[in-house]
């Protein structure tokens, strides 16, 4: 597409949750690309989930597409996409029941088991009836993975070490979430993979110098490196690519995902959530990829925005 045939463009960033920081850089990066390529762009600080505020909102910018760089509730659950798709403007990523299906990590999960991927075993906990019981029987044994049902950046997640330690992850996942997912811990490399109009970006490979990839280690600089792409065998890699791409499929997601998966050590991909708005800024691991593959920032967000307008008129 020609620059001008993208007319003006809105950044959806911020947003109610509980990523707003992350989000308002991600927003803010992709503003400033789009502005660099001439493309007319306008950020929008979206700063509630009220349907009426937000359609006032959009109709008022006079927009043509949203480049939807929200993360977590309301960014990549469906909701701003139902909006969206209600005063008929085109946006970037996913649609309506895909973004609702990656957000849900007790409904994904089933989804890739189903599909013949292979995922994590895990046992599935909900507020009121643990409250009520506070009774959980781990019947996967330690370590484990404790983390809210419908959250990104490893929010409120926990790695469990010792059997006493569980009431207290439980206890901090619902305070971000009714539902909540308890996974074994899978021993292996921590990959993550990014999917770009049907292709698999190069895989990278992400290495903590803490004891796990939390929150901390995602957003704080230093405490994490990153290998782009990973140093696998051709088939090794080849097969992780495969099981993003799978994931992507089975989740019926456009424009561009990330799938973090752990490789375990006999070589089986096991595929942990798709995300389905990852991180848009410069340093963010979907942009690392593609500049691997060729593909610059700005380069990328404009491929962004022609996928939207490709699945628009699907």
């Known amino acids: 597409m020609e620059i001008k045939e993208f007319g003006r463009v809105g950044v959806l960033m911020g947003g109610p949750s509980s990523e707003r920081q992350i989000s308002l850089k991600s927003g803010k990066a992709v503003f400033s690309a789009l502005l660099d390529s001439g493309v007319d762009a306008v950020s929008i600080d979206i700063i509630t989930d009220d349907e ?23 960014g990549e659950d469906g909701a701003i996409q139902e909006i ?13 029941c895909a973004s609702r299906l990656a957000m849900d990590k007790i409904g994904s999960l089933k989804i890739f088991k189903q599909g013949g991927l292979s995922v994590p075993e895990s046992q599935f906990l909900e507020k009121s009836a643990y409250k009520s019981s506070k009774v959980f029987k781990n019947e996967l044994g330690l370590p484990l993975v404790v983390k809210p049902a419908n959250h990104g950046s490893s929010i409120g997640l926990s790695l469990v070490e010792h059997e006493k330690e569980i009431p207290a992850a439980i206890d901090l ?12 811990y ?22 903590p110098k803490k004891k796990f990839f939390d929150f901390e280690a995602k957003y704080q600089a230093g405490l994490t490196d990153y290998i782009v792409p990973a140093v696998l065998e051709d088939n090794i890699a080849k097969k992780v690519q495969n099981a993003a791409l799978e994931a992507h499929k089975l989740l019926g997601c456009s424009g561009c995902s990330r799938t973090d998966i752990i490789l ?6 096991y595929v942990l959530e798709v995300n389905t708005i990852p991180g848009m800024t410069a340093t963010s691991l979907l942009p690392k990829a593609a500049r691997v593959a060729g593909i610059d920032f700005n380069r990328l967000c404009l491929k962004l925005l022609e996928l939207a307008y490709e699945k628009a008129k699907v």
Not at 62 to 69: E, M, S
Not at 84 to 96: C, D, H, Q, R
């Open 186 to 207: 899978v021993y292996g490399r921590e990959l993550t993979v990014g999917v770009l109009d049907k292709e698999a970006l190069p895989v990278i490979e992400i290495i």
């Open 84 to 96: 969206l798709e209600k005063i008929n403007l085109p946006y970037t990523a996913s649609g309506v």
């Open 52 to 74: 009426e505020e937000n359609i006032r909102l959009l109709k008022d910018k006079n927009l043509d597409c949203a480049f939807i760089a929200l993360h977590g509730r309301f």
């Open 173 to 184: 996942a619902f305070k971000f979430d009714q539902n909540i997912v308890i996974e074994e």
């Open 264 to 269: 375990s050590k006999d070589g089986l991909p």
